[in-house]
């Protein structure tokens, strides 16, 4: 199974290589709406996603490494959505950059990709320190004597 998923790793990071999402110029070109290459690339891929996981779900498919049935919770958007999104979206336009890109810009032996990657890391460590001490501390479990 990890064999196979490095494989899909690799021909992933291939992929945004070639369809030029690791390009800052691309990149920027797409933020400043001067481009809609990447938007396109973006849609075309939301498009076939959907198409597949509501055929997955309507032929009752199970997860390959869970064994659960394909499914899906539809919520209405809550504050942390926009919230993220819009940090999402800042970092993106100031590293010129989101995860798989940076994969792959490291892939390519990018070495400016690794500050980016030190960011996405800190911010990760940041958000997880802070849904820490967000959640209520665990009452102690009774003694058994």
């Known amino acids: 199974m990890r064999r196979a998923a490095a494989l899909v790793g690799v021909a992933f990071g291939f992929l945004l290589s070639w369809g030029q999402a690791t390009s800052p110029d691309r990149i920027r070109e797409m933020l400043l709406l001067e481009d809609p290459y990447l938007y396109l690339m973006l849609g075309s891929g939301v498009l076939v996603a959907s198409a597949g996981v509501r055929l997955l779900r309507r032929a009752r498919a199970?997860?390959?490494?869970?064994?659960?049935?394909?499914?899906?919770?539809?919520?209405?958007?809550?504050?942390?959505?926009?919230?993220?999104?819009?940090?999402?979206?800042?970092?993106?336009?100031?590293?010129?950059?989101?995860?798989?890109?940076?994969?792959?810009?490291?892939?390519?032996?990018?070495?400016?990709s690794l500050f980016t990657l030190a960011g996405v890391v800190i911010g990760i460590g940041l958000y997880l320190r802070t849904q820490e001490r967000a959640q209520p501390a665990a009452a102690p479990s009774p003694a058994r004597g």
């Open 62 to 112: 199970h997860a390959l490494v869970t064994g659960e049935p394909v499914a899906w919770e539809t919520l209405r958007p809550e504050r942390r959505h926009v919230v993220g999104s819009v940090m999402f979206g800042a970092g993106w336009a100031v590293s010129d950059a989101c995860p798989g890109p940076i994969a792959a810009q490291l892939g390519q032996g990018v070495a400016w």
